[in-house]
């Protein structure tokens, strides 16, 4: 039997760093990477047989838990006549209506084959579509591996930002302003020294890379307002918060807040596609024109549309809107960070936490972080030690303090009282 330490040998002579994308490798935790062989509901089971309780779920896609029978059927029934055609099909009609159905601040739907391209699609439009070219983008959010994304603040807040990857030149990201996240005055001074410039302003409206921190109430008001103002064009990354935290995503819980509020552009990735590769971006039927075939912004795909995927996709969108679906998620994700903090309180250790749906984050710490250098500035040695102590106990979150957490409807009260046992003890040893 091969164990966990021999293929990542293995994998390591033959792809860079043995993993396909670079937190799989837990160099943020330490120790060898868990190769997995097989999921079910609520759990995955590693090479050598251990069984885990899942909370990455395919960081965040499987929101009814993996191998659901009813979803299951639909990519089998779609594998069968055929895995892609290169053509429109009824199928991706379907999962666009649905998608629009749940996002009524869009009228039109794009597909495509991740987020990544999601996104750098949707800034291309927005360019496109306005005649600027600057893009404001907050740090810590995560929008994809797209060159003009890769970039950490400039010097000031009339400077462009810097390239945070190798192979990115200077002038790729010279048209890119990051931004303190939850921070109203410096939006305000930048949108005062360039606000016609700005094509749009790019967020998730929940930072699910900087663990789960949430854009505040009062600063979403003040950049709908800006935007409106300038010109520029409100784009929601909901690749991961997008029917994950809400069945009308989280756009819908900032539109119970603030009277006709609503992004311009939205990207939605990881549930729309069930744990298959799809994405997709939506907006005004007016700025969605300026697309090709119908438009001069260009943007295409081989796989984009494809018929095994949106099976998938299709299948989990209309699953999560059965009765009482996102109540109970909701509820079973709040009794785990409930009971995270009442043993970390009776242990001694500093915890807060957050969630919403199916979505969660927690800290080491004890106030909740509001940007990313507060979440920084709160230190991995303890996560890390904590981490490996759950693994050892067969839970199995995020390799990395980073990251947020996802629980599914697989996950019954059992897991999440098993969660807290290992918890606690894990606690204890901190």
């Keep these: 039997m091969s164990t966990n330490a021999s293929l990542f040998e293995r994998a390591q002579r033959v792809i860079p760093g043995g ?10 935790v ?3 990477p868990r190769f997995i062989t097989r999921a079910k509901g609520a759990y995955i089971w590693d090479a050598e047989g251990t069984r885990y309780i899942d909370y990455i779920g395919s960081w965040g ?4 838990g993996h191998g659901h029978p009813e979803v299951l059927e639909a990519v089998q029934k779609a594998a069968l006549d055929g895995f892609s055609f290169g053509a429109p099909t009824e199928r991706e009609i379907e999962l666009a209506e649905e998608i629009l159905k749940l996002a009524p601040s869009a009228e039109q739907v794009r597909l495509v084959s991740s987020g990544t391209e999601a996104g750098m699609s949707a800034i291309r439009l927005a360019r496109g579509f306005t005649g600027r070219s600057k893009l404001i983008k907050f740090e810590g959010c995560y929008h994809g591996h797209a060159d003009a994304l890769l970039v950490k603040a400039g010097s000031g ?22 931004l303190e996240y939850n921070n109203i005055t410096q939006l305000e001074e930048t949108f005062a020294i360039q606000g016609k410039e700005i094509a749009c302003v790019m967020i998730e409206p929940i930072a699910g890379n900087m663990n789960f921190v949430r854009a505040s109430v009062p600063f ?3 950049l709908r307002e800006l935007c409106t103002e300038h010109g520029a064009l409100l784009v929601f990354d909901e690749v991961m918060s997008g029917f994950r935290v809400a069945l009308g995503s989280a756009q819908s819980i900032y539109a119970r807040d603030i009277p006709g509020f609503k992004p311009d552009l939205s990207v939605f990735g990881k549930v729309i596609g069930g744990g298959m590769p799809l994405a997709a971006f939506a907006s005004s039927r007016e700025i969605m024109s300026k697309l090709a075939p119908l438009g001069p912004v260009y943007q295409a795909g081989t796989l984009s549309g494809n018929p095994v995927a949106t099976a998938c996709g299709l299948t989990t969108l209309k699953l999560i809107q059965r009765p009482g679906f996102f109540e109970s998620l909701s509820a079973r994700t709040r009794s ?19 969630c919403q749906g199916g979505m969660f984050g927690f ?40 990251e947020a957490g996802f629980v599914s409807a697989a996950h019954t009260e059992q897991d999440i009282a098993d969660t807290v046992a290992a918890a606690a003890e894990a606690f204890r040893q901190l």
């Design 19 to 28: 993993v396909n994308s670079p937190v799989r490798a837990f160099r943020a």
């Design 30 to 32: 330490g120790g060898t």
């Design 61 to 64: 896609p499987m929101i009814l």
């Design 157 to 178: 807040l009339a400077t462009f930002g810097h390239p945070t990857s190798a192979g990115v030149p200077p002038e790729v990201v010279q048209h890119t302003l990051v």
């Design 220 to 222: 979403m008001k003040r």
């Design 336 to 354: 785990l960070m409930d009971g995270l903090s009442q043993a970390a309180t009776q242990a001694g250790v500093p915890l807060v936490t957050d």
């Design 363 to 402: 800290f080491f710490a004890d106030t909740l972080p509001q940007n990313y250098q507060q979440v920084m500035a709160k230190g991995s040695e303890r996560f890390n030690r904590f981490y490996h102590l759950m693994l050892d106990r067969g839970v199995y979150f995020a390799p990395a303090m980073y």
